[in-house]
């Protein structure tokens, strides 16, 4: 069983982000903040996480509601870094080992950069090891000040002197402690700062004041540990994210025509020899096949595409399944719980609600198919309508194989049409169409001979 314990601090007010979502729950690559810290925490197999939550915390307890053995501790009142940490002190009365602390705001951080501070904290035996990095511009963190090489102690940006403000070394707000002397100590931080808060960071002067070993695992560049405090931080972070995953993916062979407006979440997958046009947006749990053609403007969430799927221009596809070979677009909208099959085409202007499309079938123009079933080789006429909806409840409509539809009709669900079913153009169908027959539903026309001469004459 492993000694280490994971927390991550998610209790602050996020003041700077000006927002009624909890800093931790917004997202950078589609995923939030404390989703970030909790995925690289994850990877160290630690014997148990917990999560600090004070400021809107049952909206960020609620989003953590699916995480597998999770311990949620509540601030109640955010008083400050070392607060927020000596909260979790019941958990580990009498506990022995190690405890990592991260930042619930800190998304880039990698699993590599915590196992070198962990091996260099088991390697030195320090009470305690603190992550730094060398900043071209340290404003806004906590300066490492040493003495004799050594880390002496962290000061805060506003509580820096001029000269402390020179200082290029930052604190990563990342820590291993050793459990043993933590909690009493913490204890021992007063709040006598410009913030009036109680700082974490006041940790390591007192350590060292009692000599007890403080190390630090310094890191070139702030890149991994840019900590997200306002929205100019929370785009700028997006972009790194969005560049590391359309680098990623076109490293294993998806052409990305310009990965400058190409948007896609960091949980999507994308086969080889696929090609994404600009403007293109692939969001949640996406996964699109090998040697598909997305074209500019898409966008896509949730779905699942087969291989060889051609999406023409500006279509929104969301919570459906494209299987191969099918072609979508251009201008369609694919919306929940729809199933397009193998080699089906979906054309300009259609949209489908909760509606199977057949292998091989066609709804090509200006068509609205919504709790339908549509079964293979099926045309679907320009301008067909499944009406649906009686203003109370949602009733399906059933379309058998090889039917053919003709254009402008509606069918006023429930109704079923038969395989290899005409229905002709123009019609209303109220009633269930047998197999192989032909449904006529529309006025007769009629023609008046010479008509318009007698008009004139009047
Ligand atoms: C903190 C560090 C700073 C470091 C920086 C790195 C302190 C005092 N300062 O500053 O040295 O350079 O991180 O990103 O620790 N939190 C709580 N409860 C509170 C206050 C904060 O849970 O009462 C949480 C926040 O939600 C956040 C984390 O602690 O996840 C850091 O707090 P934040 O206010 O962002 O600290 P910084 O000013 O960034
Ligand atoms: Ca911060």
């Not at 702030?222 to 790194?240: H, K, M």
């Amino acid at each position: 069983m492993s000694d280490l314990h994971v927390v991550i601090l998610a209790a602050g007010k996020g003041r700077r982000m000006h927002s009624r979502v909890a800093k931790v729950l917004h997202r950078v690559g589609g995923r939030t903040l404390i989703g970030h810290a909790l995925r690289v925490a994850r990877t160290l197999d630690a014997a148990s996480t917990t999560v600090v939550v004070g400021h809107l915390a049952e909206q960020v307890t609620a989003a953590l509601a699916g995480e597998p053995g999770l311990h949620v501790v509540v601030q109640e009142a955010q008083l400050g870094t070392a607060h927020a940490l000596l909260q979790t002190a019941p958990l580990f009365e009498g506990v022995a080992g190690r405890l990592l602390l991260l930042s619930g705001d800190v998304p880039l951080l990698r699993p590599e950069t915590l196992r070198r501070v962990l091996d260099v904290h088991e390697a030195s035996g320090a009470a305690a090891t603190v992550l730094t990095a060398t900043a071209v511009r340290p404003y806004g963190y906590g300066r490492i000040v040493r003495s004799g090489g050594r880390i002496a102690r962290i000061v805060e940006e506003r509580d820096a002197s001029p000269a402390q403000r020179k200082i290029h070394e930052i604190n990563a707000g990342l820590y291993v402690f050793d459990l043993a002397p933590l909690f009493p100590a913490i204890r021992q931080i007063a709040a006598s700062n410009a913030q009036g808060e109680y700082y974490l960071t006041d940790l390591v002067g007192l350590y060292r004041r009692r000599r007890l070993v403080v190390e630090t695992v310094v890191l070139p560049d702030t890149t991994e540990i840019r900590g997200i405090n306002s929205r100019t931080e929370l785009a700028e972070v997006a972009a790194l994210v969005r560049q590391g995953k359309n680098e990623e993916l076109m490293g294993s062979g998806v052409t990305i025509v310009d990965p400058a407006t190409t948007y896609i979440d960091q949980d999507v997958e994308v086969g080889a020899d696929t090609v994404i046009h600009p403007g293109v947006l692939l969001e949640g749990r996406t996964r699109i096949g090998a040697a598909c053609e997305i074209h500019a403007g898409v966008r896509i969430v949730d779905s699942t595409i087969g291989d060889r799927v051609v999406v023409n221009n500006y279509c929104v596809i969301t919570e459906s399944t494209i299987a191969e070979g099918a072609r979508v677009g251009p201008f369609a909208h694919i919306r929940p719980g729809s199933e397009i099959r193998h080699d089906a085409r979906v054309g300009n202007f259609v949209e489908l609600k909760k509606t199977v499309l057949g292998e091989g079938s066609k709804a090509n123009h200006l068509t609205y198919l919504g709790d339908a079933v549509v079964g293979d080789h099926v045309n679907v006429g320009a301008g067909t309508i499944t009406c649906n909806y009686d203003g109370v409840q949602k009733h399906q409509t059933v379309i058998e194989d090889g039917a053919f539809i003709g254009s402008d009709s509606q069918l006023v669900a429930p109704v079923r049409v038969g395989a290899g079913a005409y229905v002709a153009a123009g019609s209303s169908i109220t009633k269930d169409v047998p197999p192989g027959a032909l449904a006529i539903a529309r006025g007769r026309q009629e023609n008046k001979e010479g008509w318009a001469d007698k008009l004139k004459k009047e």
